[in-house]
C-alpha cells in the first residue's frame, strides 16, 4: 500500500493547509497541488513510523537525534531555495519558480554524510562581545534569533519546534 493510501485523504488536506498557512510567511508550496500533497503523505507517513516528521526524499536513521536536520522544515531547505530554487523535495519552491521565470532542476544533496554539529562551525567572534543578561538561541531551520532564557516553543518565523534551536551564545 503506498503511503498516500495510508495517510487519509482528510488528514493530508487538513496538513496541506497548515503548510500553506505557515508557507505565506515568505515561503511557498509546489503549486503542483497533487505532487505536493503525496510529499506531505510521506511526512505523515514518516511522523507515524518514527515519532516525528523526516523528510519524505531522504532516507531516515529511525533515530530523532541524528534525524534532526532533516525533520521537516529541514536545515537545508533555505540555502537550497537560494541556489535552486526548490528545496531538496520541491514541496517548498522560490519566488521565482513561483512566477515561472525560473525552471526547477535536480538539486545536489547538501547534507553532509557525517554531520557536525553547527555550533562547531560557527566562527564567531566571542571576544568582541560583552557578557550578555540571556543567552542568544538560534533557530537551525531558518536563522531566527532571540534572547531568553531557554528557546522559544515554536519558532514565530518558520514555525519548527524547539528542539531546532540552538544556543547561539
Ligand atoms: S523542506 Fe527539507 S525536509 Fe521538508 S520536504 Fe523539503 S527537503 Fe524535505
Redesign the pocket.
Known sequence: MSSEENSTTREIDLRYEQLKQEAAIGYHLNPDIEFTKA?IAG?IENERRYGYG?????LAAKNKDDDLD?????D??DP?LTDFGS??????VSEDVMKGTKKLSSIPERRPPARKPITEKIAFPRACVEPLAYPIWRCKVCGYLCAREGPPEICPICKAKQERFEKFL
Not at 523526516?54 to 531522504?58: E, G, H, K, L, T
Not at 532533516?70 to 529541514?74: D, L, V
Open positions: 510529499l511526512l523526516s523528510c519524505p526524499c531522504r532533516i525533520i521537516c522544515p529541514c537545508y531547505r537550497d528545496c531538496y523535495c520541491a514541496l517548498y
